[in-house]
């Protein structure tokens, strides 16, 4: 059996292949999708998951919440980039490896809420995907999924997250 931190850093290195391939202009642009989707299932998690799927089961939530996202991801991935297509001096490799990087946090954001879907809905493919054990190092790199960090701890209340997307809408737009 694989831990879940073990899956999340495969999955971030994962997309980090795929960022360097892809490259670093059309990365932060499905970085902005990625985070503004994970903003946002976060801010409205009470909502969502208190007033909407109050009815639902704990699977049928995370199904719901993990649909939603993909299809975020998916269009965010699917995007034109707003650069320019013909530039006279780029470098290839250098492009390659910015866009493996984004690509790196990229999978790391997707590998990390998906988990943090998991935990908030009580791990509710029981058979398939267990909750860590006390002990366990995956209990413990539970406190580094990212929207755990971005909310400043397990109580804290967000502001850090709210930061974070202002200053990737603004590197956005001058970077792009």
Known sequence: MIQLSSLMWILAFFFAVIGFVRGWNREIVALAGIALSMFA?????????GTLLLSFSFTQTFLIQSAIFFTVVFVAYR?????PTRRVHT?????????????????????????????????PLAPYILAPGANSPAAHSLSSIPVVILNGGL??????????MIVLFLMVLMLV
């Open 41 to 49: 299932l976060f801010q409205f998690d009470a909502l969502i998951r």
């Open 79 to 83: 995007n034109k980039s707003f650069a």
């Open 91 to 123: 470098n290839r490799f250098q492009t390659g490896l910015l866009g493996g990087i984004v690509g790196f946090f990229n999978g790391y954001l997707i590998g990390g809420t998906l988990w943090y879907f998991l935990d908030i809905n009580e791990y």
């Open 155 to 164: 109580g804290g209340s967000g502001e850090m997250l709210i930061v974070g």
